[in-house]
């Protein structure tokens, strides 16, 4: 008759009962649970008086506890139907803590006896059917908790898989157990975050309960089942006590799905950067649905292939955490309608502008194969179909232009006014705009595409014929157009510090940036408005519809006025005609195409910064018409703000007031997305890429690891406005609360033309984003100060403060602290 049984040798519950067998299956898959061995049922048998010993068992179990180890002990039951799949018998028997070695064979005894309690009987009543009977007894190494309690892998409650219930107590968890204290409750959902139910935790960091949260999880995947665990920390770290099978219904097991999304923000952050509105997302995706379903047919792709791939073109984008990233699975779906993507995915794949490169699990799957034989023959022949629409596109681009800007400002120049303007009015206005100009972006669209190839021509071409000299000049034409409208604004702000200065009133107008304070100025005054009636829609992040445009908050441009007129006039860059004839003298071929294909490529860049600001103006309008329809919204009772309008879907604002809502309480679910936008602003951005498999809606990321520090002192960008300077650098992430003082040198990772103010105060600018045609390096050509763009990670790289070193022509940047 076995009376005592090993830790390792405990695998049957019909002899160790069920918590035992538990237990040994937890010490053998490696964790840390306190040494243990288990008394058999069969070592007691009823007596007169209590409980009888069997011969032999006190020399048994003195030597066991020997080889166990100094107490105190907890002496616990193990029967064969406790801790089982359908029936736990929780807190049905008896448990002794703090045990000391002398008095385990009491304590045993005493557990023993609780099979046989009146509560046991009815628990078996009522739950199993069976007899009384004794249980085993584990006799278990104390542990001195300093914090203990219990754990679900599932919760009970809800009956929802993948989120873990962690309750504890400070010391010992037996009081908890017993349901006779209440613990601190954490639940840490699918998405890894701890929350607690108490607004200050006492007894667990978030670190803890994660821990703990780990620990019921590994026990289930080392269970097969969803586990209820009692855990506890010590001196020496965390340890789990025992572990059941959860024993209510809970909801069935998602079935496998391992279907890919991708989600990469490298790209779309330059222009949504940090949390995006509701309605600004709503209103992006279906502006890249309308655009590029344009944009395929243009380079060839068929009516029908179009509407057959349709949910492809809705779905480009993803709303993560409140961030906007592109659905890249769907980008390389599109580009593999396009002619000749059998010939060359390479090539194609780097037109979506990411960071890393596509899986092969998706490019393996996605697309034809390498065209071979007559197939790629008839590649070809579809390419050259596309070149020669796109030569008849570029003839009639004049054309496609000019009949853009007149629909535009019959839309912007209508005699609407939005300030008295009903809801139903507004919607209709709205409409407009889509049947007008969004589901109509032919001119911005085909000028766009014809620039990234004129560009890219023109730039490999002089490089060709002229070396590093040919880049030179390709920079100073494409970017020093003094009639380009992107360098219009820095023009103007120079011409108004002019006048504020010789008014000598750059201090006062710093110190008080409102246009109240120009009262006595006239002139200066006038020259703002006018600057506001062309630009009052340009802001910070100005694709958002939720940002303030300059018209509603001025400060940003008079600071910027102040901050000119505060720093020395410098000479203005003007872009330069070349010398083609002295550029080419013995070849009249290479100077009559230089002269054209560069000249031909400058108006395309011209022509896109242009089509860009209207591109603004036409927001601007969406967003003053969306925000006249949240003032008669609050105005109705339906919204407690007009900004609230921003917390809505365009397709919840129009169907409230076109009748296709699906819900009347607006304001709850304005509610509902600022508790969670609240909530996503104050955690950190989700990274740069983020992978998901199943459903798409509720993605899971690990946190972003910081950077390690990079040692190296000098890394090169691209130069693209000329200059050297050697200043303090300051890395600025958001210019509507972060400033530049006079003469640092910004460094950002993207701009727009809300940092107009943090420019002029600027000597030079290093930018992480950006290419040869960005915002940044057009405004710096018009300040005359260097401009270095595409330096991938300088806002981790470079330090806050530290001395920097910027080369605007080689696009060279230095950090100089590091060589002293």
Request: overall charge negative; proline content about 5%.
């Given at each position: 008759?076995?009376?005592?049984?090993?830790?390792?040798?405990?695998?049957?519950?019909?002899?160790?009962?069920?918590?035992?067998?538990?237990?040994?299956?937890?010490?053998?898959?490696?964790?840390?649970?306190?040494?243990?061995?288990?008394?058999?049922?069969?070592?007691?048998?009823?007596?007169?008086?209590?409980?009888?010993?069997?011969?032999?068992?006190?020399?048994?179990?003195?030597?066991?506890?020997?080889?166990?180890?100094?107490?105190?002990?907890?002496?616990?039951?193990?029967?064969?139907?406790?801790?089982?799949?359908?029936?736990?018998?929780?807190?049905?028997?008896?448990?002794?803590?703090?045990?000391?070695?002398?008095?385990?064979?009491?304590?045993?005894?005493?557990?023993?006896?609780?099979?046989?309690?009146?509560?046991?009987?009815?628990?078996?009543?009522?739950?199993?059917?069976?007899?009384?009977?004794?249980?085993?007894?584990?006799?278990?190494?104390?542990?001195?908790?300093?914090?203990?309690?219990?754990?679900?892998?599932?919760?009970?409650?809800?009956?929802?898989?993948?989120?873990?219930?962690?309750?504890?107590?400070?010391?010992?968890?037996?009081?908890?157990?017993?349901?006779?204290?209440?613990?601190?409750?954490?639940?840490?959902?699918?998405?890894?975050?701890?929350?607690?139910?108490?607004?200050?935790?006492?007894?667990?960091?978030?670190?803890?309960?994660?821990?703990?949260?780990?620990?019921?999880?590994?026990?289930?995947?080392?269970?097969?089942?969803?586990?209820?665990?009692?855990?506890?920390?010590?001196?020496?770290?965390?340890?789990?006590?025992?572990?059941?099978?959860?024993?209510?219904?809970?909801?069935?097991?998602?079935?496998?799905?391992?279907?890919?999304?991708?989600?990469?923000?490298?790209?779309?952050?330059?222009?949504?950067?940090?949390?995006?509105?509701?309605?600004?997302?709503?209103?992006?995706?279906?502006?890249?649905?309308?655009?590029?379903?344009?944009?395929?047919?243009?380079?060839?792709?068929?009516?029908?292939?179009?509407?057959?791939?349709?949910?492809?073109?809705?779905?480009?984008?993803?709303?993560?955490?409140?961030?906007?990233?592109?659905?890249?699975?769907?980008?390389?779906?599109?580009?593999?309608?396009?002619?000749?993507?059998?010939?060359?995915?390479?090539?194609?794949?780097?037109?979506?502008?990411?960071?890393?490169?596509?899986?092969?699990?998706?490019?393996?799957?996605?697309?034809?194969?390498?065209?071979?034989?007559?197939?790629?023959?008839?590649?070809?022949?579809?390419?050259?179909g596309v070149a020669c629409g796109l030569i008849w596109q570029a003839l009639r681009l004049p054309r496609t232009r000019r009949n853009f800007y007149?629909?535009?400002?019959?839309?912007?120049?209508?005699?609407?006014?939005?300030?008295?303007?009903?809801?139903?009015?507004?919607?209709?206005?709205?409409?407009?705009?889509?049947?007008?100009?969004?589901?109509?972006?032919?001119?911005?669209?085909?000028?766009?595409?014809?620039?990234?190839?004129?560009?890219?021509?023109?730039?490999?071409?002089?490089?060709?014929?002229?070396?590093?000299?040919?880049?030179?000049?390709?920079?100073?034409?494409?970017?020093?157009?003094?009639?380009?409208?992107?360098?219009?604004?820095?023009?103007?702000?120079?011409?108004?510090?002019?006048?504020?200065?010789?008014?000598?009133?750059?201090?006062?107008?710093?110190?008080?940036?409102?246009?109240?304070?120009?009262?006595?100025?006239?002139?200066?005054?006038?020259?703002?408005?006018?600057?506001?009636?062309?630009?009052?829609?340009?802001?910070?992040?100005?694709?958002?519809?939720?940002?303030?445009?300059?018209?509603?908050?001025?400060?940003?441009?008079?600071?910027?006025?102040?901050?000119?007129?505060?720093?020395?006039?410098?000479?203005?860059?003007?872009?330069?005609?070349?010398?083609?004839?002295?550029?080419?003298?013995?070849?009249?071929?290479?100077?009559?195409?230089?002269?054209?294909?560069?000249?031909?490529?400058?108006?395309?860049?011209?022509?896109?910064?242009?089509?860009?600001?209207?591109?603004?103006?036409?927001?601007?309008?969406?967003?003053?018409?969306?925000?006249?329809?949240?003032?008669?919204?609050?105005?109705?009772?339906?919204?407690?703000?007009?900004?609230?309008?921003?917390?809505?879907?365009?397709?919840?604002v129009l169907g409230a007031v076109e009748g296709f809502s699906l819900s009347p309480d607006l304001k709850a679910i304005v509610a509902q997305r600022?508790?969670?936008?609240?909530?996503?602003?104050?955690?950190?951005?989700?990274?740069?890429?983020?992978?998901?498999?199943?459903?798409?809606?509720?993605?899971?990321?690990?946190?972003?690891?910081?950077?390690?520090?990079?040692?190296?002192?000098?890394?090169?960008?691209?130069?693209?406005?000329?200059?050297?300077?050697?200043?303090?650098?300051?890395?600025?992430?958001?210019?509507?609360?972060?400033?530049?003082?006079?003469?640092?040198?910004?460094?950002?990772?993207?701009?727009?033309?809300?940092?107009?103010?943090?420019?002029?105060?600027?000597?030079?600018?290093?930018?992480?984003?950006?290419?040869?045609?960005?915002?940044?390096?057009?405004?710096?050509?018009?300040?005359?100060?260097?401009?270095?763009?595409?330096?991938?990670?300088?806002?981790?790289?470079?330090?806050?403060?530290?001395?920097?070193?910027?080369?605007?022509?080689?696009?060279?940047?230095?950090?100089?602290?590091?060589?002293?």
């Amino acid at each position: 008759m076995t009376l005592i049984v090993s830790q390792s040798d405990a695998t049957d519950p019909s002899q160790v009962g069920g918590k035992a067998a538990a237990l040994s299956n937890l010490a053998r898959h490696g964790f840390n649970s306190p040494a243990f061995f288990v008394i058999t049922d069969a070592a007691f048998r009823k007596g007169k008086s209590g409980p009888v010993a069997a011969r032999g068992l006190k020399g048994a179990l003195d030597a066991a506890l020997d080889a166990l180890g100094p107490g105190p002990y907890a002496v616990r039951s193990s029967g064969r139907a406790e801790d089982g799949a359908d029936h736990s018998h929780a807190g049905q028997f008896d448990t002794v803590l703090n045990v000391s070695g002398g008095n385990v064979l009491g304590a045993a005894k005493r557990v023993w006896q609780s099979g046989f309690a009146e509560t046991v009987a009815t628990y078996r009543a009522v739950k199993t059917g069976g007899a009384a009977e004794a249980p085993a007894i584990i006799v278990q190494r104390m542990i001195d908790a300093t914090a203990a309690g219990v754990a679900f892998s599932a919760d009970p409650v809800t009956g929802q898989r993948n989120t873990v219930i962690v309750s504890a107590v400070k010391g010992l968890g037996d009081a908890l157990v017993a349901g006779e204290v209440d613990g601190e409750d954490w639940t840490i959902g699918q998405n890894g975050r701890p929350e607690c139910a108490h607004a200050t935790p006492q007894i667990l960091t978030p670190d803890h309960a994660l821990r703990v949260a780990a620990l019921a999880r590994q026990a289930e995947e080392a269970c097969g089942t969803p586990q209820d665990i009692e855990w506890a920390f010590d001196a020496d770290g965390l340890h789990i006590l025992q572990t059941r099978p959860i024993t209510t219904a809970l909801r069935p097991a998602a079935l496998p799905d391992e279907s890919l999304t991708i989600f990469d923000n490298s790209n779309i952050v330059e222009s949504y950067p940090g949390m995006v509105s509701p309605l600004t997302y709503s209103f992006a995706v279906h502006v890249y649905g309308r655009v590029y379903r344009a944009f395929v047919r243009l380079l060839g792709v068929s009516d029908k292939a179009v509407a057959r791939h349709g949910a492809l073109f809705d779905n480009f984008l993803g709303r993560i955490d409140g961030r906007v990233y592109y659905n890249l699975v769907n980008w390389y779906r599109a580009l593999a309608l396009l002619p000749g993507f059998s010939l060359n995915r390479d090539y194609m794949e780097t037109m979506m502008g990411v960071s890393e490169p596509m899986p092969s699990e998706i490019t393996d799957q996605i697309g034809p194969p390498p065209a071979k034989g007559a197939r790629k023959i008839w590649e070809y022949a579809k390419l050259a179909g596309v070149a020669c629409g796109l030569i008849w596109q570029a003839l009639r681009l004049p054309r496609t232009r000019r009949n853009f800007y007149n629909r535009l400002n019959d839309v912007l120049d209508r005699d609407l006014d939005i300030e008295t303007a009903n809801a139903t009015e507004l919607a209709a206005e709205y409409r407009e705009i889509e049947s007008t100009l969004l589901d109509r972006w032919d001119a911005p669209l085909v000028n766009d595409f014809l620039c990234m190839i004129a560009f890219g021509a023109s730039r490999n071409l002089l490089h060709k014929w002229l070396g590093e000299d040919g880049l030179a000049l390709h920079n100073d034409v494409m970017i020093g157009q003094g009639d380009i409208v992107s360098a219009e604004p820095a023009q103007r702000i120079a011409r108004m510090a002019h006048m504020v200065r010789d008014a000598g009133i750059a201090d006062h107008l710093s110190a008080d940036c409102r246009l109240e304070t120009l009262d006595p100025y006239p002139p200066i005054k006038d020259e703002v408005q006018s600057y506001l009636d062309k630009f009052g829609d340009r802001c910070t992040e100005e694709l958002k519809l939720e940002s303030i445009p300059l018209r509603d908050d001025p400060s940003s441009l008079l600071m910027a006025v102040a901050a000119s007129a505060a720093r020395p006039e410098s000479a203005r860059h003007t872009g330069r005609e070349p010398d083609w004839t002295s550029l080419f003298p013995a070849n009249p071929v290479k100077r009559h195409l230089s002269k054209w294909i560069v000249g031909w490529a400058k108006a395309r860049v011209r022509d896109r910064e242009n089509l860009r600001f209207e591109r603004t103006r036409i927001f601007g309008h969406a967003r003053r018409v969306f925000l006249g329809i949240g003032r008669e919204f609050a105005a109705r009772g339906l919204l407690a703000e007009p900004r609230d309008v921003f917390h809505l879907t365009t397709h919840e604002v129009l169907g409230a007031v076109e009748g296709f809502s699906l819900s009347p309480d607006l304001k709850a679910i304005v509610a509902q997305r600022q508790r969670e936008d609240r909530a996503s602003s104050e955690r950190p951005d989700p990274p740069e890429r983020i992978e998901i498999r199943g459903p798409a809606i509720a993605p899971i990321w690990a946190a972003a690891e910081l950077p390690e520090g990079d040692g190296e002192r000098v890394k090169t960008g691209t130069g693209c406005s000329a200059g050297q300077v050697t200043a303090k650098a300051r890395v600025i992430r958001d210019p509507r609360t972060e400033a530049l003082q006079l003469g640092d040198i910004l460094v950002a990772r993207h701009t727009d033309p809300g940092w107009i103010a943090v420019f002029s105060n600027a000597s030079a600018i290093v930018v992480e984003r950006g290419s040869l045609l960005s915002h940044s390096a057009i405004v710096a050509r018009e300040l005359g100060i260097p401009c270095v763009v595409g330096l991938k990670g300088a806002t981790q790289w470079i330090r806050d403060g530290e001395t920097l070193s910027v080369d605007g022509v080689s696009g060279k940047v230095e950090r100089c602290d590091e060589a002293e």
